[in-house]
Antibody, heavy 121, light 111 residues
Framework: EVQLLESGGGFVQPGGSLRLSCAAS????????MSWVRQAPGKGLEWVSA???????FYADSVKGRFTISRDISKNTLYLQMNSLRADDTAFYYC???????????????WGQGTLVAVSS | QSALTQPASVSGSPGQSITISCTGT?????????VSWYQQHPGKAPKLMIY???TRPSGVSNRFSASKTGNTASLTISGLQAEDEADYYC???????????FGGGTKLTVL
């Protein structure tokens, strides 16, 4: 059974940093792309970033240059380093195992339970 | 470019059928068979219900079906049940983008 468990969310001031983690189990981590999708409270869904199985990374324009996706294969863990955080980054961040081609990800097959990031002064 | 367009809300009575639309352009919904649908209950993570326009993942009820005509994809739920009350989101590949684009979401109320 595919399981995705996020951690690392919390409250942070504007301009601050936070690192989210996603512990994955139930599948071969290196064989699958992984991604992050966020949802502002009461709002819709937005793809944030993805990493394909071969390590290619994708970012939404809204986070490019501020967020970095990475993984630790030895720990079956996905990360999202978030720097220069802004109020509009406030959202639930979901770890997702997507279905991706070599050049894009547009289907979210499995979802974690989400972790809340709140950016406020 | 904006998100895909969905109605803000739809409603139906138990046993009835409802359809949720998702309108895009020839650069996304109309141009590719990469439309997926997600169900999200309050306080829960979304769940994949349909992918590649019409395909149901294993375990999803056959009361859920989907189709596409031109630039509009549609999700139909037949035999409406109370447990179907949730938010529904569509998502599509969009040409030139590396990440998919979601619709704004539709709140389904079972009367």
């Amino acid at each position: 059974e595919v399981q995705l468990l996020e951690s690392g969310g919390g409250f942070v001031q504007p301009g601050g940093s936070l690192r989210l983690s996603c512990a994955a189990s139930g599948f071969t981590f290196t064989s699958h792309a992984m991604s992050w999708v966020r949802q502002a409270p009461g709002k819709g869904l937005e793809w944030v970033s993805a990493m394909t199985g071969d390590g290619t990374t994708f970012y939404a324009d809204s986070v490019k240059g501020r967020f970095t996706i990475s993984r630790d294969i030895s720990k079956n863990t996905l990360y999202l380093q978030m720097n220069s955080l802004r109020a509009d980054d406030t959202a639930f961040y979901y770890c997702v195992r997507p279905h991706c081609s070599a050049t894009s990800c547009s289907r979210a097959d499995y979802w974690g339970q989400g972790t809340l990031v709140a950016v406020s002064s | 470019q904006s998100a895909l367009t969905q109605p803000a809300s739809v409603s139906g009575s138990p046993g009835q059928s409802i359809t949720i639309s998702c309108t895009g352009t020839s650069s996304d919904v109309g141009g590719y068979d990469y439309v997926s649908w997600y169900q999200q209950h309050p306080g829960k993570a979304p769940k994949l219900m349909i992918y590649d326009v019409t395909t149901r993942p294993s375990g999803v009820s056959n009361r859920f079906s989907a189709s596409k005509t031109g630039n509009t994809a549609s999700l139909t739920i037949s035999g409406l049940q109370a447990e179907d009350e949730a938010d529904y989101y569509c998502c599509s590949y969009r040409s030139g983008r590396t990440l998919g684009v979601f619709g704004g979401g539709t709140k389904l109320t079972v009367l």
